[in-house]
């Protein structure tokens, strides 16, 4: 007798347990030894034919001395193939980089898809929830190119029909500890295909020291540091604003100093001001001089500051209208960027209920008009909570440092920064490890990009002090 069971469950019960009341025998279909050989011998010749169409150097390289051994023997085999690999370990001593370019990390790609990637993909798919494996069929994401560079493998995929960027972003852990890395970043590379990005190693794991003062007079992009992939880190000031945020310690500074020592040229020849506001009284007061009498530290002066700086928008404002749309940096109307470190003492932790109310005023005022007409506003702050810090959506450009919980990165780099890798929770609290170590995400890509911030020292601080102090005053007067 046949035991009833409720919905599909006897469609999938197969149980060949003699004492069970319920026995199916599945049913075996034979197929013929010849279309097996032939279906095998069809794959063989599919993949030989594959392989040579991907790899025709390699294939040509491996192959040669087997063709030249039959056809010459071996003798003539060893004397004409020996300077290949000869000629290879000169060009590897000699010219490093571009051996490492052009052969290095094409075979360690070549290594690292079949004993890495290949070898792990059926099982990290499967495990991780992004590839199924359904009625014996496995249904799994392509494994595409690799690409190998100094500190990191790029993986593209094809994802499977139906799969959402969200499905992999959600599961970047998974991939990292799969593949043996500490991190994994998902971006789109086209429709239906992304790039997994698996650092190997960190190459800002060494503080940068500061970067030479510019020689040239510019409001930007100014270099601050060094990205990931060792191109530098270009930060725009003009045009934007950029919020800071950073846990105490984060090194919130070298990215405040690194970029006023990058437009002191440009401040000198009167194309921009600094003016800093210090609530704080230990960033910015170190340099004060370099800032003149646009300097202030004090709540009420800070407010006041701040106004000048909206009526000097208001002013512009009311000039360019009807003739220019953009700001360009001139000596009569210089870029102003209007530094604020830890901008929370001005507002959220500011007991006094008016200041707070004429600063938050200002600042929102300066960030939702200032960038066309040549005002920006840099702000730094330890605390990104929409409490402290009502405008950071008016912030386009935002840089995370190390932050103390994962859901603050959300809240500094807006939503899904975290998920496609921004890990600033995870930065080292160690200061020669993390401190200038941050993720920056700017108005137009949505793609955290990781980077590392030159370390201005006291001493380079003094000594930018010491070249340029009037620098300000030389701007006015130049005016
Ligand atoms: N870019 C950097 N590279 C290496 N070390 C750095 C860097 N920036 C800062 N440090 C180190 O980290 C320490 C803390 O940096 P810093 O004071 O700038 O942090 P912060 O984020 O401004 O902290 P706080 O909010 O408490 O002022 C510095 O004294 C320095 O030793």
Known sequence: MFKRLPGDETRNLVTTTPDTAVVFRPAVVTTPAIITIVIVAWRLLAGLVRTIWRHPIAVTTASTPAVITLVYGWGTALLLTTPVPVGLVAWALTDRSSFARWVGYRLLAWWRLIWVYRRHWQPVMVVSGLGRHLRGRDYLPRLGKITCTSWADTVTVRMLDGQAVKDWTDRTDHLAHGFGATSCRVTVATAGRLMLTFPRRDPLATAIPALPIPEEPSVGP??????????????????????????????????????????????????????????????????????????????????????????????????????????????????????????????????????????????????????????????????????????????????????????????????????????????????????????????????????????????????????????????????
């Open 222 to 479: 100014v270099e601050v540091g060094k990205q990931e992939d060792g191109r530098p880190w270009l930060l725009k000031v003009h045009g934007t604003h950029v919020l800071v945020a950073g846990a105490t310690g984060a090194g919130k500074g070298s990215v405040i100093w690194s970029t006023i020592r990058g437009l002191l040229p440009a401040v000198r020849a009167g194309l921009v001001e600094i003016w800093a506001l210090d609530p704080k009284l230990m960033e910015l007061s170190f340099g004060r001089v370099l800032f003149g009498s646009r300097y202030a530290a004090d709540p009420a002066d800070c407010a006041d500051l701040l106004d000048d700086a909206v009526k000097v928008m208001q002013a512009r404002a009311a000039r360019f209208a009807g003739h220019q749309r953009a700001h360009t940096p001139t000596v009569d109307d210089p870029f102003v960027l209007v530094l604020v470190d830890e901008v929370a003492f001005l507002t959220a932790y500011q007991s006094d209920k008016d200041l707070r109310r004429r600063i938050s005023a200002a600042l929102a005022t300066l960030t939702t008009q200032g960038r066309a007409v040549g005002v920006g506003v840099m702000a730094a702050l330890q605390d990104p909570r929409k409490e402290v810090m009502n405008i950071r959506n008016l912030f386009p450009d935002k840089i995370a440092l190390r932050l103390d919980e994962s859901e603050q990165v959300d809240m500094v780099l807006g939503d899904g920064a975290r998920n496609r890798g921004a890990l600033a929770d995870r930065i080292s609290a160690r200061p020669e490890l993390g401190a200038g170590v941050a993720y920056v995400r700017l108005e137009t890509s949505p793609d955290p990009v990781r980077v590392r911030a030159a370390y201005v020292a006291d001493d380079d601080i003094r000594d930018m002090v010491a070249e340029f102090a009037s620098a300000s005053e030389v701007g006015k007067e130049v005016r």
